[in-house]
């Protein structure tokens, strides 16, 4: 069974950083790409970063580019998030999420249909 827990969130001033880490247990985490989404209130789910299960490719959404960056640790079997330059339209719940095809290499990773296992979320607040 796999399962997925995020932490880091929190509440931070406009301009301020954080970094999300996500624990991943259960299945073979280094042959998964994995992906971080975020649902604001009243807004649908977004993709915001993912990686492949390689580690050479990183995608972004264009909202966070350059501002947001997506690791993995496939020791530790970890996914974190870098935070930078924070928004107040960054508020929202954080979700990271493993892709459900082993040794994906496609360059696809913006639908969440494409992730089989989610974490519970964790909340990042943007004050202005």
């Known amino acids: 069974q796999v399962q997925l827990v995020e932490s880091g969130g929190g509440l931070v001033q406009a301009g301020g950083s954080l970094r999300l880490s996500c624990a991943a247990s259960?299945?073979?985490?280094?042959?998964?790409?994995l992906g971080w989404f975020r649902r604001a209130p009243g807004q649908d789910r977004e993709f915001v970063a993912a990686i492949n299960w390689r580690g050479t490719g990183t995608y972004y959404a264009d909202s966070v580019k350059g501002r947001f960056f997506i690791s993995r640790d496939n020791v530790k079997n970890t996914v974190s998030l870098q935070m930078n330059s924070l928004k107040p339209e960054d508020t929202a719940v954080y979700y990271c999420a493993r892709n459900r095809r082993a040794f994906y290499d496609g360059t696809y990773y913006t639908a969440d249909g494409l992730y089989a296992y989610w974490g519970q979320g964790t909340q990042v607040t943007v004050s202005s």
């Open positions: 259960g299945g073979t985490f280094s042959s998964y790409g």
